[in-house]
């Protein structure tokens, strides 16, 4: 059967029940494959139920969680993994679209590279920007597209298209929430001009509405799970990154971001370049959202 793809568009307290309609109804059938595509933030397949039995499906029972997609498609998780990713996404959207105009498209992901680019790290910058969300790399190349004209898109080009497109579809929906609004501006002020980083950490099974508002508006990414902090033994945590769009404007001068996270006066020397990424010795990278909410005004 197909996959279910947009879990994550069904309301919270209906997926349990959808789920649980799969795990009777459809687990059992001989022959069918059942694969759903969600956002573990946005997802809750399972309601504990001691007197009648679990509703739902429960992770590792009845089914399995196999893959992230975000393995993949995340320039910070594997740079090598994403680039390929995207260069084979986007050959696949320009080879139909000229094709269907009968012009003849790029053989290969070399040629899309050396046709459309100034140099690979052009495309490398826009699977930087695009932070793991496909939809966001097309529109950002779009309009770097457009801004190159018939020239081929150079890094500039890729930098300009991505601030263009966050401000367009981003910045617009998270100005509007006040709140949302004025967490994101002391994110960037914490994290990006006093660290000169582009992650912070969030303990796990942190519930807060503007954190779920930014993450929803794709300008808060998750990067990685269950991290530990040197300060902090005995905690698990999660790394959120924070939306290229935020600090692209900040790039080549003095509060450009250095590296993904904080890592102290020790940090070495290869971190010195965005978005170079070590998840073994993390510093003062915890977001201390109390001192947020204290200095909001009541």
């Given at each position: 059967?197909?996959?279910?793809?947009e879990?994550?568009?069904?309301?919270?307290?209906l997926?349990?029940?959808?789920a649980?309609?799969?795990?009777?109804?459809?687990?059992?059938?001989r022959g069918i494959?059942?694969?759903?595509?969600?956002?573990?933030?946005?997802?809750?397949?399972?309601?504990?139920?001691?007197?009648?039995?679990?509703?739902?499906l429960?992770?590792?029972?009845?089914?399995?969680?196999?893959?992230?997609?975000?393995?993949?498609?995340?320039?910070?998780?594997d740079?090598?993994k994403a680039?390929?990713?995207?260069?084979?996404?986007v050959?696949?959207?320009?080879?139909?679209?000229l094709?269907?105009e009968?012009?003849v498209?790029?053989r290969?992901?070399?040629e899309?590279i050396?046709?459309?680019?100034?140099q690979?790290?052009a495309?490398?910058?826009?699977?930087r920007?695009?932070?793991?969300?496909?939809?966001?790399a097309?529109?950002?190349?779009?309009?770097?597209?457009q801004?190159?004209?018939?020239?081929?898109?150079?890094v500039?080009?890729?930098r300009?298209?991505a601030q263009?497109?966050?401000?367009a579809?981003?910045?617009a929906?998270?100005?509007?929430h006040?709140?949302?609004?004025?967490?994101?501006?002391?994110?960037?002020d914490?994290?990006i001009?006093?660290?000169?980083?582009?992650?912070?950490l969030?303990?796990?099974g942190?519930?807060?509405?503007?954190?779920?508002?930014?993450?929803d508006?794709?300008?808060l990414?998750v990067l990685?799970?269950?991290m530990?902090?040197?300060d902090?033994?005995g905690?698990r945590f999660?790394?959120?990154?924070i939306?290229?769009?935020?600090y692209v404007?900040?790039?080549?001068?003095?509060?450009?971001?250095?590296g993904?996270?904080d890592?102290?006066?020790d940090?070495?020397?290869?971190?010195?370049?965005?978005p170079?990424t070590?998840?073994?010795?993390?510093?003062?990278?915890?977001?201390?959202?109390p001192e947020?909410y204290?200095?909001?005004?009541?």
């Open positions: 059967m197909d996959p279910y793809d879990w994550s568009e069904i309301p919270l307290d997926q349990p029940y959808l649980d309609l799969l795990r009777r109804a459809v687990l059992p059938t494959t059942v694969k759903i595509a969600a956002i573990e933030q946005r997802s809750r397949l399972l309601i504990p139920e001691a007197t009648v039995g679990n509703i739902g429960e992770l590792g029972a009845d089914v399995s969680a196999a893959i992230n997609l975000d393995d993949f498609m995340v320039f910070d998780n740079e090598a680039v390929a990713f995207f260069k084979a996404l050959l696949k959207h320009v080879q139909a679209a094709e269907a009968g012009i498209p790029p290969n992901v070399i899309l050396s046709q459309g680019f100034t690979g790290a495309f490398d910058e826009v699977v920007a695009c932070e793991g969300v496909p939809r966001d097309i529109h950002i190349l779009s309009h770097a597209a801004r190159a004209n018939d020239e081929t898109i150079s500039n080009d890729v300009a298209a263009q497109w966050y401000q579809s981003k910045d929906a998270v100005s509007a006040d709140k949302a609004k004025s967490l994101l501006l002391w994110i960037v914490k994290v001009k006093e660290r000169q980083t582009k992650a912070f969030l303990e796990a942190t519930r807060d509405v503007l954190i779920d508002f930014l993450y508006e794709r300008v990414h990685r799970k269950g530990s902090a040197k902090e033994p905690k999660h790394v959120y990154g939306d290229y769009g935020c404007d900040l790039i080549n001068t003095a509060k450009a971001p250095r993904l996270l890592l102290g006066e940090a070495p020397e290869y971190l010195a370049t965005v170079k070590d998840f073994r010795s993390i510093r003062r990278c915890v977001l201390n959202l947020f204290q200095g909001l005004p009541n």
